[in-house]
Nanobody, 124 residues
Framework: QVQLVESGGGLVQAGGSLRLSCAAS????????MGWFRQAPGKERGFVAA????????YYAESVKGRFTISRDNAKNTVYLQMNSLNPEDTAGYYC?????????????????WGQGTQVTVSS
């Protein structure tokens, strides 16, 4: 079963950028629909972005559209989340997840494998 490891989180000032990486092992990433979710303190985990296994269709939460970009590098077996124009409301633990080809991209429950998460903190 594929295993996922996130990296790239950290502390950044408002207006700054970060790029999160999600590296996969034990499986071929291109076969999975990949998603990013985030959880802020005291809040439920929520959808951020996803890219499907077939055709690479991208989905974004309304709150990140135009600022975040999800991409995948199949040669590196890695998925990225480029985050620009960050604001304090983006502060959260960010998790990548993998799901089978029939995964509904926005549905957290459809994903079968999760990484351990990486913390993003945006200061004002």
């Amino acid at each position: 079963q594929v295993q996922l490891v996130e990296s790239g989180g950290g502390l950044v000032q408002a207006g700054g950028s970060l790029r999160l990486s999600c590296a996969a092992s034990g499986g071929t990433l291109s076969r999975y629909t990949m998603g990013w979710f985030r959880q802020a303190p005291g809040k439920e985990r929520g959808f951020v972005a996803a890219i499907t296994s077939n055709f690479g269709v991208r989905y974004y939460a309304e709150s990140v559209k135009g600022r975040f970009t999800i991409s995948r590098d199949n040669a590196k077996n890695t998925v990225y989340l480029q985050m620009n124009s960050l604001n304090p409301e983006d502060t959260a633990g960010y998790y990548c997840a993998a799901g089978p080809i029939n995964t509904r991209p926005l549905f957290e429950s459809d994903y079968v494998t999760w990484g351990q998460g990486t913390q993003v903190t945006v200061s004002s």
